[in-house]
């Protein structure tokens, strides 16, 4: 890791305290259509991505997002509104700064949530899945390059990438809410096209229950930075070749409908955790 790095992400975290944020514990990752989660954090500071020293400079249209720190479930949590994919052409280290900056301000958990489509035929979707392990199948990996020991090791450990305690958690969390909660394996790829139908039986055999183009580079970071990680998935359609055709408005749709279980069931794992 180079010292211009390092030091971009002191910067970026004495900028962020700077505005307010002190000693945040938990770091939430919305993805696509969840976002509004961040809405609920009472007392909040929100600072555009743009405004944040270091942080990836949006390349694509409109507004890349914004961090929003704030009080959740009795909890100071450190919230990314959107965020940024490897398809849109960051480089890793970019998509993985804001864990970088996350930890840096202080959070040990770090809770990862996206949008994704259902490999495992008993999945519908609508359905909200723990993430209990993902396969990185993105080719690349975010901690290639020289490393830093005071920042992590050089070969992380990902026998528990998704914390053991966590998982069951947020399975207690489900069932005081009433809600139906699937668990499975996040198979990861680049994006930014949908699989084809013989990519999603490979990945079915492979041991895949849902896909996606998120969360593996952010999750392996947290990892290497010593941070206990919690996964969502929201399964927002049936993967390639178990429905007509796929599209992001339905992706869209689906988080919309299912916005305020997924809401619930974060903030009460937050409150807890
Ligand atoms: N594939 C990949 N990424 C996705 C999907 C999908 O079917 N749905 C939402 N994100």
Same mark, same amino acid.
């Given at each position: ?27 939430? +990752? ?12 009472? /007392? ?6 743009? @405004? +944040? ?11 890349? !997002? ?45 809770? $990862?949530? @996206? =949008? =994704? ?8 979707? !609508?359905?909200?899945? +723990?993430?209990?392990?993902?396969? /990185? ?39 005081? @809410? ?19 139908? =013989?990519?999603?039986?490979? +990945? ?6 849902? $896909? ?6 952010? $999750? ?16 927002? @359609? ?36």
């Amino acid at each position: 890791m180079e010292k211009e790095y390092l030091e971009s992400i002191s910067k970026a975290a004495a900028y962020l305290k700077d505005k307010g944020m002190e000693k945040p514990v938990v770091g939430l +990752i919305l993805g696509s259509g969840l976002g509004e989660l961040a809405e609920e954090a009472t /007392n909040p500071v929100a600072i555009p991505y743009e @405004n +944040i020293p270091g942080f990836p400079v949006s390349t694509v249209e409109g507004h890349a !997002g914004q961090l929003v720190y704030g009080e959740l479930g009795g909890k100071m949590v450190l919230a990314m509104q959107g965020r940024f994919h490897f398809y849109e052409g960051y480089a890793l280290e970019d998509v993985t700064f804001p864990v970088r900056v996350m930890k840096a301000l202080g959070i040990e958990t770090l809770v $990862v949530t @996206n =949008a =994704a489509g259902g490999v495992n035929t008993s999945f519908n979707p !609508g359905d909200l899945m +723990i993430i209990t392990d993902h396969v /990185n199948f993105t080719g690349v990996n975010p901690l290639i390059g020289k490393n830093d020991p005071e920042v992590g090791p050089r070969f992380t450990d990902m026998t528990e990438a998704y914390d053991k305690g966590y998982q069951q958690l947020i399975r207690e969390c489900a069932q005081s @809410n009433g809600l139906e909660i699937k668990e499975g394996v996040y198979f990861g790829l680049t994006g930014p096209t949908y699989e084809t139908p =013989a990519e999603i039986r490979m +990945i079915r055999t492979m041991g895949g229950d849902a $896909v996606g183009m998120s969360t593996v580079p952010e $999750v392996i970071v947290a990892k290497h930075a010593g941070l206990k990680v919690a996964g969502i998935s929201c399964i927002t @359609n049936y993967a390639a070749g178990m429905q007509s055709n796929l599209n992001h408005n339905e992706v869209v749709e689906v988080t919309t409908r299912v916005k305020e279980s997924f809401k619930s069931l974060v903030k009460d794992f937050v409150a807890k955790v």
